[in-house]
């Protein structure tokens, strides 16, 4: 009956183990998904600055950046929103990950 009692316990912390290292894997990935959101939109962010600070204008699109500034990131896996109202005012950027877009 104890030996019976030590199996469920030794059980039930193996199950409670990996439960909690799946936790911790999906934490993981959910953070590095945002941090790579997030250099996505500084490393847009950032060409434009430079490129305001080196011309005297924010340029009119993206593609502009990745022509002059040497802007790269990954296009399968992020959708860059770029909007320059005005060749004065720092553009609206918004970076979204492929497969979390709400349409």
């Not at 039930?12 to 990996?18: D, M, P, R, T």
């Not at 500034?69 to 950027?93: G, W």
Request: net charge negative; proline share 2%; aromatic share 10%.
């Amino acid at each position: 009956m104890r030996e019976n009692r030590k199996n469920i316990a030794a059980g039930a912390a193996f199950v409670a183990l990996i439960v909690g290292f799946l936790i911790l894997i999906s934490a993981i990935t959910t953070t590095s998904d945002s941090q790579e959101t997030q250099l996505v939109y500084d490393a847009v962010k950032n060409a434009a600055l430079t490129c305001y600070a080196a011309e005297g204008s924010y340029p009119e699109n993206l593609q502009y950046l990745r022509d002059h500034y040497k802007l790269a990131y990954n296009q399968e896996k992020f959708v860059v929103e770029y909007d320059a109202f005005a060749s004065n005012l720092m553009p609206t950027i918004n970076v979204l990950e492929r497969g979390n877009i709400d349409v």
